[in-house]
């Protein structure tokens, strides 16, 4: 079935530190991808999507691009700030069938200090 | 505008009791979704809603989890005989439809403790 494999965390990094979290999928179709966050004591809000090959997702300084070859969609900052740390869900959503239904990965807790 | 609510926050209860949970969604999404999420996972599928009828519920764990939503509105998760494995964090998610890629907004959740 389809899967979502995303680093594990906590990853640690000082402010205006590159961010690069892994994410890969295993897929029968053609999904949509997403990064979702969850900042401490808030719910799950989406970060960015994309919805075919190639595309590239992004908000708030993150990108990540569908890249279908390697079937990844590995999220990308230039210059982390504190506000940034958050857990990052990795997820898809299997095209083939009719509820947008959502797959996730287990998350990657990101810790930025000052 | 008002987002996804969820009540109630947090839920103690017994092993072998039964237990509601409600979530409102945003207004006039027709799409509706359960997901469960336990300690240091993600977020796992159990029901989705399209208007009244549960279109898909491949994900619910045993006949023990049922959900409802009458009018195409509010949604009740309802789990009977609760086990200690039940214990989780109970996500609802609303969307104005299912089409592919559409995004879903989350509630804050239910965490379900299970003693």
């Known amino acids: 079935g389809d899967s979502v494999t995303q680093m594990e965390g906590p990853v640690t990094l000082s402010e205006e530190a590159c961010l690069t979290i892994?994410?890969?999928?295993?897929?029968?179709?053609?999904?949509?991808l997403f990064w979702y966050v969850q900042y401490p004591g808030e719910g799950l809000q989406l970060l960015l999507k994309?919805?075919?090959?190639?595309d590239k997702g992004s908000n708030k300084g993150f990108e990540a691009t569908y890249r279908k070859e390697t079937t990844s969609f590995h999220l990308e900052k230039g210059s982390v700030q504190v506000s940034d740390s958050a857990v990052y869900f990795c997820?898809?959503?299997?095209?083939?069938?009719?509820?947008?239904?959502?797959?996730f990965g287990t998350g990657t807790l990101l810790a930025v200090q000052p | 505008g008002a987002g996804v609510s969820q009540t109630p926050s947090n839920k103690v209860t017994e092993k072998g009791k039964y237990v509601e949970l409600r979530c409102d969604p945003i207004?006039?999404?027709?799409?509706l979704y359960w997901y469960r999420q336990s300690l240091g996972q993600g977020p796992e599928f159990l029901i989705y809603?399209?208007?009244?009828?549960?279109?898909?519920d491949s994900g619910l764990p045993n006949d023990r989890f049922f959900a409802v939503r009458p009018e195409g509105s509010v949604s009740t998760l309802k789990i009977q005989r609760t086990e200690r494995g039940d214990s989780a964090v109970y996500l609802c998610?609303?969307?104005?439809?299912?089409?592919?890629?559409?995004?879903?907004?989350f509630g804050p959740g239910t965490r379900l403790t299970v003693t």
């Open positions: 207004s006039g999404h027709t799409a």
């Open positions: 994309a919805t075919k090959a190639d």
């Open positions: 809603f399209q208007g009244t009828g549960a279109a898909d």
């Open positions: 892994n994410c890969t999928y295993t897929a029968t179709g053609y999904p949509s």
């Open positions: 997820a898809l959503s299997d095209d083939g069938g009719a509820t947008n239904k959502l797959i």
């Open positions: 998610a609303s969307s104005l439809s299912s089409d592919r890629g559409r995004e879903q907004y």
